[in-house]
């Protein structure tokens, strides 16, 4: 496990963890200039991504189609827990136009503050990379990641209607928020990936206590059972209890993992 700063001096230092060994970065840091230097042209290159997702990023992707799959036939919307810059939400997007195109019921909301961790707790334990700030995007990002999801809305039918939000702020004030101004709330599928103790601990009690999923809505996890991210595992146990519902974990990946309300 070693600590990443990611971007050059021109560009903001971002903090993020990483598990990889030097060897696997440096042969990245080499895939990566294969990537910036693609010879294939412009009208081509989108649709040929295939070609530089490695196993890890594939089998994320892969666990969010599992997760969207699970929820097709449970009425509600579709909520990340810390969004950072926004893969899930176009994946949900995408999701939605190939599953269930005339469904503009399946709101997709994001929570994120766009600047990392807005405070860490002692239940967070004391890993240096747990720290204010960590997990930032660059600045203005939640603009530039409007535009992406607006595209991928217009994409599929429907498209005037816009079925995506993204929540900018402290997501343990926003959640009380958007809930007192969407009462109508039915959660169909929730993905945790705060990382952290009090966003996750404050939003699995608004979204369970507050009575807005249902059964069959499928909550999922990003750090469950994590040695270097405790909080989340903690905010679990202290809200659900960790025997009330199976967990189950994905298949393809060692840390993701979900349970399903019954
Ligand atoms: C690991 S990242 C999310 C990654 C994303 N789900 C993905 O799969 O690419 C954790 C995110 O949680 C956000 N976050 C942590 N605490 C938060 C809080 N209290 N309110 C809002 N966002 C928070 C951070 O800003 C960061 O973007």
């Not at 509600?76 to 503009?104: C, D, H, K, T």
């Not at 600047?115 to 239940?123: F, L, N, T, W």
């Not at 816009?162 to 007192?180: F, S």
């Not at 989340?232 to 349970?259: C, F, H, M, Q, W």
């Amino acid at each position: 496990m070693r600590r990443m700063e990611q971007g050059d001096a021109k560009k903001k230092k971002i903090e993020v963890l990483s598990y990889s060994k030097t060897e696997e970065v440096s042969m990245r840091k080499k895939f990566l200039s294969y990537f910036k230097n693609c010879p294939i042209p412009d009208e081509e290159i989108l649709s040929n991504l295939g070609l530089f997702l490695n196993r890890q990023t594939l089998s994320r992707m892969l666990f969010m189609h599992e997760l969207y799959k699970q929820i097709i036939n449970v009425h509600g919307i579709i909520v990340e827990f810390g969004v950072r810059w926004g893969q899930n939400q176009a994946l949900f997007s995408s999701f939605r136009g190939m599953y269930e195109p005339y469904n503009y019921n399946r709101k997709i909301v994001g929570f994120d503050t766009f600047s990392g961790y807005p405070e860490v707790s002692d239940e967070d334990g004391n890993n240096e990379f747990i720290k204010k700030g960590a997990y930032s995007v660059t600045e203005n990002y939640e603009e530039y990641l409007e535009v992406i999801l607006d595209y991928h809305e217009k994409e599929s039918p429907i498209s005037h209607i816009k079925k995506h939000e993204l929540v900018k702020g402290d997501a343990t004030v926003e959640i009380k928020r958007y809930l007192d101004e969407n009462p109508e709330t039915i959660i169909a599928l929730a993905y945790f990936d705060f990382d952290i103790y009090p966003p996750t601990k404050k939003c699995l009690e608004a979204i369970i206590e507050g009575g807005h999923v249902t059964k069959g809505s499928v909550i999922g996890f990003d750090e469950l059972n994590c040695h270097e991210f405790p909080g989340e595992t903690r905010a679990l146990r202290e809200v659900l209890g960790l025997d009330k519902y199976k967990i189950r974990r994905d298949v393809s990946n060692p840390l993701t993992s979900y349970i399903v309300i019954e």
